[in-house]
């Protein structure tokens, strides 16, 4: 049987028929049918049983291959972003939460990478190791949102003593104010993943977390790293001051502290037939007249022993001070010596 592309043949071992649209094999052609199917078949078990139809058409012309349609899909819509006013200011921070808080010294954590701000973030998360750095974390962060970075272990701690973030701020399809770049390097305080009350409540998670800010108001953190050189230029420094003859400047001497005790047991020999108000004036009369003694002694300090008690004394010696002595200066005295009981008052 003599079958060419383009034939049309009908099988003769089941119903059906097609074109022949290629050959399988040296035993095989490969038939579209009516519904658009191709089906492989033997050879010998076909017949054609027209004229060529990719060559001919009825008219005796070669057939014009069908006209395609092509469908163009169309173009995807940017996303709109949501801005707000405080967004245009960078505010970038990293948190991690445990996962079992409820199981602290077995539970992993989470690490996640938190843009409030109305700018695109491409960043680059890292933690030191020896002499080098090791990236964990990099991408794309869309703005006012936050992503899942990693998850680590206790046995991971170590390595996140030292990290670094950098990243760029950009906007897409808009103008927008730029940006410096920003790289940040910070030491994590690792003790705190085995406190639970260090895990605090924040405005980006449900769950208490610990958040390590990395810019503020667009201000980079910034910590205070002592090199090498000034470590050794401020130990120079300190034996070129020793070689210098100090000058001894004598400071005058501070007059004694003055106490006094105005419980009534040490001011008065008996209260009888006295009652409360005749006892406290009392004491803000002998108040008044240490005061009026020590007028003209200027930095004397007096320390008036008034007791816990219900407090009535030291409020009405605080408010003869605010108003009858506003130019002396008072605070309470040494709570070591003297307890919650004492107020000291200093001469100006």
């Not at 079958?3 to 579209?32: A, T």
């Not at 191709?38 to 990719?54: H, T």
């Not at 420094?237 to 400071?251: A, F, G, I, N, S």
């Amino acid at each position: 049987m003599n079958v060419k592309i383009g034939d049309k043949v009908r099988f003769l071992n089941s119903v059906g028929g097609g074109i022949v649209r290629r050959f399988k094999g040296n035993d095989q052609v490969i038939v579209e049918d009516e519904d658009g199917f191709d089906i492989p078949v033997l050879i010998r078990e076909c017949v054609v049983v027209g004229d060529n139809m990719m060559t001919r058409s009825s008219a005796g012309r070669p057939s014009a291959p069908a006209p395609q349609v092509q469908v163009t899909a169309p173009a995807p819509q940017p996303e709109k972003v949501e801005e707000t006013a405080e967004g245009e200011r960078l505010n970038v921070f990293l948190a991690y939460l445990p996962i079992d808080p409820k199981s602290m010294q077995q539970t992993r954590y989470e690490a996640y990478f938190v843009n409030e701000s109305n700018y695109f973030l491409f960043y680059n998360y890292m933690s030191r190791q020896n002499n080098s750095w090791m990236s964990r974390s990099q991408g794309l962060i869309e703005p006012n949102t936050k992503i899942f970075m990693e998850e680590f272990g206790k046995e991971d701690l170590n390595e996140l003593e030292r990290i670094c973030v950098q990243f760029i701020a950009f906007k897409k399809d808009k103008p927008y104010a730029m940006k410096n770049s920003v790289s940040v390097e910070l030491r994590l305080d690792t003790v705190k993943f085995y406190k639970l009350h260090c895990f605090l409540d924040n405005d980006y998670f449900d769950e208490p977390a610990i958040l390590a800010p990395i810019v503020r108001q667009d201000i980079p953190e910034r910590q205070m790293l002592i090199s090498a050189a000034a470590i050794q230029e401020a130990m120079q420094q300190k034996v070129r001051e020793e070689k210098v003859t100090p000058t001894v400047v004598k400071k005058k001497a501070e007059a004694p502290i003055i106490e006094v005790d105005l419980h009534t047991e040490q001011i008065l020999d008996t209260t009888a037939g006295m009652d409360s108000t005749a006892i406290l004036n009392y004491q803000l009369d002998k108040f008044h007249e240490v005061l009026k003694e020590y007028a003209g002694v200027k930095g004397q300090k007096i320390v008036f022993i008034h007791g816990k008690g219900e407090g009535v004394l030291r409020k009405a010696i605080e408010n003869e001070l605010k108003t009858k002595y506003k130019q002396y200066f008072y605070q309470d005295a040494s709570f070591r010596e003297y307890g919650f009981g004492a107020t000291m008052v200093t001469i100006k």
